[in-house]
């Protein structure tokens, strides 16, 4: 479904039978507009009982008083010049399946759903507890307030699918966020198993935190319900230079196949920056490592369920626009934001889910 409710809203609902009946998850994407417009689509989506966790692409000032999800990331980005700017917002919302929702430290963080296939958590808004520790202190903290909301949802690390991780300043202690992460993975084994794909992206957040993390993960209950790493066609496996996500993942279900690509930058085979100092170069050749990996799981760009692109400066979304006009992608659900990538001289970086029936 793709509506128009003001001037340049661009939006679309698109969702995912379960097995219980008439049960299903949906993803809603609403891109420019009004903040107003985001709250519809919202509303629209997480009405009659339905449970959603939302993120909101939005300045400080722009307010968030329209947005009840459960669990919401406000994602500010890391130019503080404009504080009252509205990208969209994005949103996962299920309905007619088992649900309720996840509290951690008197927040509600998430929601977890379930139907006879697996067992669902998605979270969203998760902050260290200790926000004067020090940035690799509250890296490790933000691990523990994921698995403190797993734990609620009667799930643990080992079936996490998908993280998000958005670092405050993230040009200045990415090896240290790291290390944290290593060390984290290196306790509870993750290296021995299933990595999670995952992005690390810079923006500031509402508290004042050195971190804010997302976290998608699913419990299967039947040996048909499995996810597994994916990798990417055209790009080594991050791995190799010890940034420890896997490059895409996909969990198969019995009524369809769920991808998520991880955030994808400007990376040649070999780990290095590929055009550096050239912003179009970055997004054509992001833009060809995405649909590399979607044509490798017999999947297009019309199969895409959700998109986010970070671009360095908000002074390159003409030059992104004029890309995706150029390569039939002006229905692509996507939310652009401004924000920094992990890498000084990284421009431009790209993540998707997308999802075929069977």
């Known amino acids: 479904m793709d509506n128009n409710f003001g ?19 949906r993803f809603a994407v609403a891109e420019g507009g009004e903040i107003s417009d985001g709250a519809e689509l919202l509303a629209s989506v997480a009405g009659g ?13 722009a307010g968030a008083s329209g947005f009840p999800s459960c669990g919401l990331t406000r994602f500010f980005g890391t130019q503080a010049g404009e504080k009252g700017f509205y990208r969209g917002m994005e949103a996962m919302a299920v309905s007619g399946a088992e649900g309720r929702r996840l509290e951690f430290g008197g927040k509600r963080v998430g929601i977890c759903f379930e139907d006879d296939c697996a067992r669902y958590a998605v979270l969203g808004g998760l902050f260290p507890r200790d926000l004067s520790a020090p940035k690799y202190g509250q890296a490790l903290d933000v691990f523990g307030a994921m ?26 202690w990415y090896g240290d966020f790291n290390r944290a992460r290593d060390a984290f993975f290196e306790k509870r084994g993750v290296f021995g ?44 496996p991050a791995l190799d230079y010890r940034s420890s996500f896997s490059r895409a993942a996909e969990f198969s279900h019995p009524n369809f196949r769920y991808l998520t690509i991880s955030g994808t930058a400007s990376i040649e085979p070999g780990g290095k920056t590929a055009h550096a100092g050239d912003i179009r170069g970055q997004i054509n050749l992001s833009l060809d490592v995405a649909g590399a990996i ?8 019309g199969d895409v369920l959700r998109s986010v692109a970070y671009l360095k400066d908000a002074a390159y979304e003409p030059a992104f626009a004029e890309i995706r006009r150029a390569r ?31």
Not at 294 to 301: D, I, K, N, V
Request: proline residues 5%.
């Open 7 to 25: 001037k340049n809203l661009r939006t679309s609902s698109k969702a995912l039978p379960l097995c219980a009946k008439s049960a299903e998850i």
């Open 49 to 61: 009982g339905s449970l959603a966790v939302a993120e909101l692409y939005a300045g400080e000032s």
């Open 147 to 172: 698995e403190g909301a797993l734990k609620s949802a009667g799930m643990d690390f080992s079936n996490v699918f998908r993280t998000w991780f958005y670092n405050d300043g993230i040009l200045d």
């Open 193 to 236: 198993r299933y990595v999670p794909a995952s992005t690390g992206i810079g923006s500031r957040n509402a508290e004042g935190a050195a971190i804010m993390a997302r976290a998608f993960a699913i419990l299967p209950k039947r040996p048909e319900a499995k996810f597994s790493a994916v990798p990417s066609p055209l790009q080594c």
């Open 294 to 301: 979607l044509e490798s799981r017999g999947m297009g760009w």
């Open 328 to 358: 039939g992608l002006e229905k692509l659900p996507c939310v652009w934001i401004q924000a920094d990538v992990c890498r000084g001289d990284l421009l431009f970086e790209i993540e998707l889910d997308a999802a075929a029936a069977r």
